[in-house]
T-cell receptor, first 113, second 110 residues
């Protein structure tokens, strides 16, 4: 069975640019959550989407946005990139809205120069 | 959100049992306790989850005392491949997201 997939694996962007990260959940999973993980820290919650609606938002600026598509895949968009946005961006899927047991993808390593 | 406190790091020799304790003094009635494992440059991996007493699976055991203010993840006979960061999370996750702390960095030595 395919796990959570994310693309791209690595990305280098310049300050001020925009980036779109993509995630495909495990088949049958309807909830997708996004996390940001900077070096040495635990993952920080950004968004949760369930049934194509935003169900939770972490303490991130409006430059961060996301959406979930009818096939439950998801995109995370970040505008006006800052150096501090450099991090590993993780996507996690769960069967339903309750996310105690989540399955994480390998992440997208974003470097902002 | 219930906060958790874990040791920053632990060392162990191969073949030993490792116990990582997590404190969560303000755990709520509906909260579950969940542990994740993370290797460098990979996403966290679900290990085990429990509500009370003891839970065991093929990877680990989770011990939760009656007051539920702490929990202990037990890894039997660790190997070098168990070197990773282990996160303890507490929450019901119905309406609030799970919060990851800094975790415990376990180093297994040959």
């Amino acid at each position: 069975d395919a796990g959570v997939t994310q693309s791209p694996t690595h990305l280098i962007k310049t300050r001020g640019q925009h980036v779109t990260l993509r995630c495909s959940p495990i088949s049958g999973h309807k909830s997708v959550s996004w996390y940001q993980q900077v070096l040495g820290q635990g993952p920080q919650f950004i968004f949760q989407y369930y049934e194509k609606e935003e169900r939770g938002r972490g303490n991130f600026p409006d430059r961060f946005s996301a959406r979930q598509f009818p096939n439950y895949s998801s995109e995370l968009n970040v505008n006006a990139l800052l150096l501090g946005d450099s991090a590993l961006y993780l996507c996690a899927s769960s069967l339903n809205r309750v996310v105690r047991e989540q399955y994480f993808g390998p992440g997208t390593r974003l470097t902002v120069t | 959100l219930a906060k958790t406190t874990q040791p920053i790091s632990m060392d162990s020799y191969e073949g030993q049992e490792v116990n990582i304790t997590c404190s969560h003094n303000n755990i709520a009635t509906n909260d579950y306790i969940t542990w994740y494992q993370q290797f460098p440059s990979q996403g966290p991996r679900f290990i085990i989850q429990g509500y009370k007493t003891k839970v065991t699976n093929e990877v680990a055991s989770l011990f939760i005392p009656a007051d539920r203010k702490s929990s202990t993840l037990s890894l039997p006979r660790v190997s070098l491949s168990d070197t990773a960061v282990y996160y303890c999370l507490v929450g019901d996750s119905g309406n609030t997201p799970l919060v990851f702390g800094k975790g415990t960095r376990l180093s297994v030595i040959a």
